[in-house]
């Protein structure tokens, strides 16, 4: 039996709880409240590594993408924790050192677990000691090469002949090897207190030949790193300053004070400012 008192009630009880349901949220950009991060984010997925990474970028301060100026482009192993970091002081460096605005672009895995930050395989070169699946550095760099590079430069106003790489630990590692293996991929690379070993031997080897002049390598080792660490550094530099047919100016400031990683912005503002002024290095 038709019951309209029924029928009403229920109508009301279903407009009641349409009206309290919360709206849909609105789409959020991360970092979108950070202006001194401010840019864009997107996720990629790589044939050469067979996993994804989460690339944030931070766009200069007066960033206009219809303008013609090309920036820079600083490129961050370990953007989980480098980007933060590194992106939003490269804005006071610009205010404080008079360095160029850049485009900073930080590779994150989206957590520290070692099920989803594999570190240890990407940035790891070959060496006697390491078995082959667990040397990723070759992998690594034909993602940056093949797919990262060429899609942030399509994005954005990116100078292609002013890359520059920074990594820390073993990222400072895979930028040595990067060094070696492909000197002309980055026009600057700055090394924060590598750690080289296992895979020492492959980065002592002959660098391949660039093609081009006016390419810069600084490795930056703090006075309260490891001492192994140290002397892996030292080693290092020992036979590569032996080696004027070395395709890249080769800068090696010392980081008085420096521990192993709280010193990252240290040897980013010197690595950068010695990169950005030839003249006045050493």
């Not at 100026?69 to 460096?93: E, K, M, Q």
Request: aromatic share 10%; with cysteine; hydrophobic share 40%.
């Amino acid at each position: 039996m038709w019951r309209p008192a029924s029928a009403l009630v229920a109508a009301l009880t279903l407009l009641t709880a349409c009206a309290a349901a919360p709206p849909p949220p609105a789409e959020v950009v991360p970092l979108n409240h950070l202006p001194a991060l401010a840019g864009d984010y997107f996720r990629i997925e790589s044939r050469p590594v067979g996993r994804g990474f989460h690339i944030y970028v931070r766009l200069p301060d007066g960033y206009d993408p219809s303008s013609g100026t090309r920036y820079p482009t600083v490129y961050l192993t370990d953007g989980d924790s480098l980007f933060p970091i590194l992106a939003a002081n490269h804005l006071f460096l610009t205010y404080d050192d008079g360095l160029p605005e850049a485009i900073v672009v930080g590779i994150a895995y989206g957590g520290f677990d070692p099920s989803v930050n594999r570190r240890n395989v990407d940035f790891q070169s070959p060496g006697a000691d390491v078995a082959a699946e667990q040397a990723g550095a070759a992998a690594f760099q034909r993602f940056l090469k093949t797919e990262l590079i060429p899609e942030i430069e399509r994005r954005y106003r990116s100078d292609a002949s002013r890359r520059v790489l920074f990594g820390q630990s073993r990222g400072g590692a895979f930028v040595l090897y990067s060094a070696v293996t492909d000197p002309d991929l980055f026009w600057g690379r700055i090394a924060s207190n590598p750690s080289i070993t296992p895979g020492i031997e492959s980065l002592l080897e002959s660098a391949a030949p660039a093609a081009r002049g006016g390419l810069g390598l600084v490795l930056t080792s703090g006075t309260r790193d490891r001492p192994d660490l140290q002397q892996e550094a030292a080693l290092w530099l020992e036979t590569w300053q032996a080696r004027p047919e070395r395709p890249w100016r080769l800068f090696a400031p010392r980081i008085e004070g420096g521990t192993h990683a709280a010193n990252a912005p240290d040897a980013y503002r010197t690595g950068m400012g010695w990169l950005f002024a030839p003249d006045a290095s050493p």
